[in-house]
């Protein structure tokens, strides 16, 4: 698509199979010009140049960040190894009275004026009964048993106690040698109020996916009443169907594709309208399957020329994905193939016709189709990508400026609800949860194999991959920027026109609540990343943030397209 034979516009549609709901969707290709003009060095004034104004985060810093262990116990041993934490801090620790460090650990004396660690201690000292509990259930004989508890008990889980104690004993023996060293300041962290949200009943659209898990979950397993909300989650038939209600107002928020609130509020393929994403739903939990009269005869891209393959939504991950698979192999995935939208639920229907010959969906569908002996499992998209991001909790700006305290609310649910599945002990449970008819209407042991990572892959093979799929609802705003990236790359929607070189850093910003995102988390007791980007690492290339048209070139120049 990026080199027409000439410069006249051209249309092209996705062809859209009988029961796809996204036939209106059309893509223009601008000429060869406004690409060339996008890439063109020149006119790169913040990503081609090195000037401090127009790359306010340095790759130094980026990289620091990212060597930085994320386990808390690690830092501590880390700075105990470098000798910024002296023995004699551990010996004082350890003479320490229970009367005396009592005094010297309540609260906002402990926790040195920081309001993350105070709740911490508060919430461990009310798990435990009182300080002296805690005391004793933290350091005494009984301790394995006083977390086996709060991990039942608490929202908070296990891991998250044993950070709470890793970071007081870091503070004890801070408290003891340099009281007047100052704290970093937090980002605002104000508790939501339940009795002051806008609106208490609401409606959640979603579709019937396990990348939803989440949104879903919180409705029977009562997350979203916990946070004072009487939710009802609306299952929607397709993504153009997600699009179109939320343009029009239809419901309160929506389950969307990573790509969609960027596609929407810069007007891809419709009229613009502003969304704002505020969690990432999944990681991972995409795959390539292809149906069973191709058994034995596809080992890889070349394999798969003229293939009619179904993706979700022309604005998703698993679009972008399929692309970046194909082109890597040699398949130019707008001239080779054809890719058009199929619902999700109408996947399997296709694929068994013969309408098309594979596709490149969210699960359950990969997995029914094995259980249905329809298809087989090719590649699991994590291999594309590791961690990267497809679905993701969203809802549209107007609506957000008018119940600011309940999009808050409803942002905390699905976090509290995303920590709760991405622990593998709970997710034979939420697959329980979400399985029937009401939800995911699918058979429980499908729904199970994929978020616990055991599964048949129709080819004869029993896979154990735990993170198949994952949830992790931290919005990287370098997910943003590949993104950006690929819409250009393949002009969908006419990006070329649309998304300039100057425009990822305020694009990314404005549409991924990041800072929100990591707001929310601390005040719920998390430790989020304290950056916004991240280099990506992928099977065929590494995507560095600070520069991605560069990268569009190094990708066109690598796939010769």
């Known amino acids: 698509m990026l080199n027409p034979v000439n410069n006249s516009t051209k249309k092209y549609n996705f062809k859209c199979g009988p029961s796809s709901a996204d036939n209106s969707d059309q893509f223009q290709d601008n000429s060869q010009n406004s690409l060339n003009n996008l890439l063109n060095p020149a006119n790169n004034h913040g990503y081609l140049c090195a000037c401090v104004e127009c790359r306010p985060i340095g790759n130094d810093h980026e990289n620091f960040m990212s060597d930085m262990p994320d386990d808390p116990v690690e830092i501590i041993s880390d700075f105990s190894r470098m000798g910024l934490i002296k023995n004699q801090a551990y010996e004082v620790a350890d003479a320490i009275s229970t009367a005396e460090m009592r005094d010297l650990l309540f609260y906002k004396n402990a926790s040195n004026g920081d309001p993350y660690k105070e709740k911490l201690l508060r919430e461990l000292a009310k798990e435990a009964g009182g300080l002296d509990q805690a005391f004793r259930a933290a350091f005494g004989p009984q301790a394995g048993k006083f977390f086996a508890n709060t991990r039942a008990s608490s929202p908070m889980g296990r891991r998250a106690f044993l950070s709470s104690l890793a970071a007081g004993a870091a503070l004890i023996t801070v408290a003891c040698s340099n009281q007047n060293k100052p704290t970093k300041q937090p980002i ?16 959640v659209g979603f ?17 979203y009443n916990k946070f004072g909300m009487d939710v009802k989650v609306v299952k929607m038939p397709s993504w153009g169907a997600v699009r179109d209600s939320a343009i029009a107002g239809e419901l309160d928020a929506y389950h969307m594709l990573a790509p969609m609130p960027i596609s929407m509020t810069l007007g891809l393929g419709t009229s613009p309208f502003s969304v704002k994403l505020a969690s990432i739903e999944n990681i991972n939990g995409q795959a390539i399957t292809v149906a069973n009269r191709h058994k034995g005869k596809v080992k890889g891209p070349a394999d798969m020329k003229g293939f009619i393959f179904g993706v979700p939504f022309p604005y998703s991950m698993h679009n972008l994905l399929l692309r970046y698979y194909l082109a890597k192999g040699g398949v130019d995935p707008d001239k080779d193939v054809q890719i058009r939208p199929v619902p999700p639920p109408d996947s399997i229907a296709q694929l068994v016709a013969g309408d098309i010959d594979a596709y490149l969906m969210p699960d359950p569908f990969n997995q029914r189709a094995v259980y249905e002996d329809a298809g087989f499992i090719h590649l699991l998209t994590k291999e594309l990508w590791p961690g990267h991001p497809c679905c993701a909790f969203a809802a549209g700006e107007p609506w957000i400026n008018e119940h600011p305290e309940t999009f808050r609310a409803l942002n905390k649910s699905i976090i509290d609800a995303a920590a709760y599945v991405s622990t593998p002990s709970n997710r034979k449970e939420v697959a329980k949860a979400i399985s029937g008819r009401g939800f995911l209407n699918q058979p429980t042991e499908v729904v199970e194999a994929v978020l616990t990572g055991k599964f048949e892959d129709g080819l004869g093979k029993t896979q154990n991959v735990p993170d198949r799929i994952d949830f992790k609802p931290y919005p990287w705003q370098s997910f943003s920027h590949w993104i950006q990236s690929q819409l250009i790359r393949w002009d969908l929607g006419g990006a070329v026109a649309a998304i300039q070189a100057g425009d990822f850093n305020p694009n990314s910003a404005s549409i991924f609540l990041t800072d929100e995102a990591q707001a929310l988390e601390r005040e719920m007791g998390g430790n989020p990343p304290t950056a916004r980007f991240r280099k990506e690492v992928l099977a065929y290339d590494e995507f560095d943030p600070s520069n991605p048209i560069k990268y569009v070139k190094d990708q066109i120049k690598r796939d010769g397209f």
């Open 188 to 203: 605002d962290d104000t508790p939501i109020n339940i009795n002051n949200l806008e609106k208490q009943t609401l409606r």
């Open 207 to 223: 579709i019937p996916i396990t990348c939803a898990s989440p949104i879903i979950m919180a409705e029977p397993m009562g997350f």
